[in-house]
């Protein structure tokens, strides 16, 4: 071969790769984005998927986002959507907290591919907070420790509180769909229609999408699941702790906008244009922490009916699922007694108080303190995901896995709830979010090898879920599925492995109650 033939080979051999390298900056909707390679992991911050929802598109769908001239530099978070807390809730000030911003529908790529058709899987997280807080820039919710295990790990926001679940007759007025609220539900379509559409360039498979999240994030999960708006927008989903079952059933339509007219009156607002004209500080601070009045409600359009009748017609999202719940979801309540316990059980289950009381008996403050945080436990975490998983398994085909997840963090005293003498929070409401998403060591706590083993273990079940719909991989306890073992759940914590579920009686006494 000549010397002029061999140089030329060797060109095309560095011009035509065997595979197509991912291009630097990455072409999305709206623009170039450029991400900071960090140990392995590329990552994108501040990727906007939607136009700003300020002014006329305040309480507006999310509209498609605008172009940008030249690259952007996608390397910090966005400013979170006006939530409760921070300056919004201090004094009477108009003005966000740094870190707040009405212009907020941003989404957070990390990806370690280096080909944009490797396909990995995608895995897309929600955030919970209640419907009234939330963000993703918390360092337990950093997604390199996924991606160097082989997903592309995608974060999204969504407007809370006020700002996204305001339902008022005047906003239905101006709907096609003549609905009002879940402006964050849609907003979290949104992502995910941006992610199908853009997450190639970035080395994900829009063909496997998984949605997870925690508490509202999970909760978020299962409205989509039952949403017609988000048929084939996603493949698998993770939910954990939350759903709208049981105690947690959206209410609807036409209740949420009652409560929306209280409100604007509550800030002296006539109407729509009013509302809009108003700070968004001011309408945090004044919407306050009550909690449901700013959450999904059931539109007919959205959420088209409660989430147990669309499961019950087998309308649902047949996805594969894999959920579940903590230990210890409920904190210890310092100031319930004996007599409040006893009176709060016959005010909210009536002639059910008796056999409730039975299974979860107190004879002293004391006793009733602990016996109160456990009834919460089931009744929000382990009866919602049990009532979530069994309507699945009566009308879906798809692969069911349920967990439940025992581990107690080493939270030192002076950080956990409630301060130093208050009761160890056990495994708590979101403890299991930092060992799922590898994430430990954003809390400089003394965590154990045991800690480091259950978080590697639950990392690679949920990424196996997100490759395959199966959890179980080589060196893994073998985890069931609910069809195979109705009875049990899969244990995460100190011992992995399957269990009977706990609490059977105490959750047929809710069936039952609610069933009325």
């Avoid at 909707?29 to 990727?47: H, T």
């Avoid at 909690?291 to 019950?312: C, H």
């Avoid at 130093?420 to 809390?443: F, M, R, T």
């Avoid at 992995?496 to 959750?507: C, D, K, N, S, W």
Wanted: charged share 20%; glycine share 10%; with cysteine.
């Amino acid at each position: 071969m000549s010397r002029g033939l061999a140089i030329a080979v060797l060109l095309c051999a560095f011009a035509s790769p065997a595979y197509a390298q991912i291009d630097w900056p990455v072409a999305v909707d709206g623009g170039e984005v450029a991400g900071v390679p960090a140990d392995g992991v590329v990552e994108f911050k501040g990727i906007p998927f939607a136009r700003p929802p300020i002014d006329s598109l305040r309480w507006q769908p999310p509209q498609p986002v605008e172009s940008w001239k030249g690259v952007l530099h996608a390397d910090r978070f966005a400013p979170a959507c006006p939530q409760l807390g921070g300056g919004a809730m201090a004094g009477d000030s108009d003005v966000l907290p740094a870190g707040e911003d009405e212009d907020c529908l941003y989404l957070n790529v990390w990806t370690a591919a280096e080909s944009a058709d490797e396909k990995r899987p995608v895995m897309v997280w929600i955030y919970g907070g209640g419907y009234r807080a939330g963000a993703t820039d918390l360092p337990e919710f950093d997604g390199a420790a996924l991606a160097d295990k082989g997903v592309v790990f995608v974060s999204i926001a969504y407007r809370v509180g006020v700002l996204g679940f305001l339902a008022h007759p005047g906003l239905s007025a101006q709907s096609a769909r003549h609905v009002s609220g879940n402006y964050g539900l849609l907003d979290q379509i949104a992502a995910l229609d941006w992610i199908r559409r853009n997450i190639a360039s970035f080395g994900g498979d829009p063909d496997r999408i998984t949605i997870f999240g925690q508490s509202a994030g999970s909760m978020s999960t299962s409205y989509l699941a039952a949403s017609p708006l988000a048929t084939g927008k996603f493949h698998r989903l993770i939910g954990e702790t939350g759903a709208g079952f049981g105690l947690l059933t959206p209410r609807p339509l036409a209740q949420a906008e009652a409560e929306g007219l209280e409100f604007a009156r509550k800030v002296g607002a006539d109407g729509v244009d009013d509302l809009r004209s108003i700070p968004p500080a001011t309408l945090v601070r004044a919407a306050g922490p009550a909690s449901g009045s700013f959450e999904p409600n059931r539109d007919g359009w959205l959420v088209p009916d409660t989430l147990a009748e669309i499961y019950r017609n087998g309308a649902q999202n047949d996805v594969d699922m894999l959920i579940g719940s903590n230990a210890d979801e409920a904190g210890e309540d310092p100031t319930m007694t004996l007599a409040a316990y006893r009176e709060r059980l016959l005010s909210i289950y009536g002639r059910d108080a008796a056999a409730l009381l039975r299974l979860h008996p107190a004879t002293d403050d004391a006793e009733a303190r602990a016996s109160h945080r456990l009834l919460s436990t089931i009744s929000l975490g382990d009866y919602t995901m049990y009532s979530w998983a069994r309507a699945q398994a009566r009308t879906g085909t798809a692969p069911l896995y349920v967990y439940r997840f025992t581990q107690n963090p080493p939270i030192p005293k002076a950080e956990q709830p409630g301060g130093p003498d208050a009761a160890p929070p056990g495994a708590w409401h979101g403890a299991e979010i930092v060992y799922a998403l590898g994430n430990l060591d954003s809390k400089a706590w003394p965590w154990s090898a045991a800690d480091r083993r259950l978080s590697d273990q639950m990392m690679s079940y949920w990424v196996n879920f997100a490759t395959s719909g199966n959890p179980n991989g080589a060196g893994l306890p073998y985890w069931p599925t609910y069809h195979e073992t109705p009875g049990a759940v899969m244990q995460l914590g100190e011992d992995v492995g399957a269990i009977p579920r706990p609490f059977l009686p105490t959750m047929e006494i809710l069936d039952r109650h609610l069933s009325r």
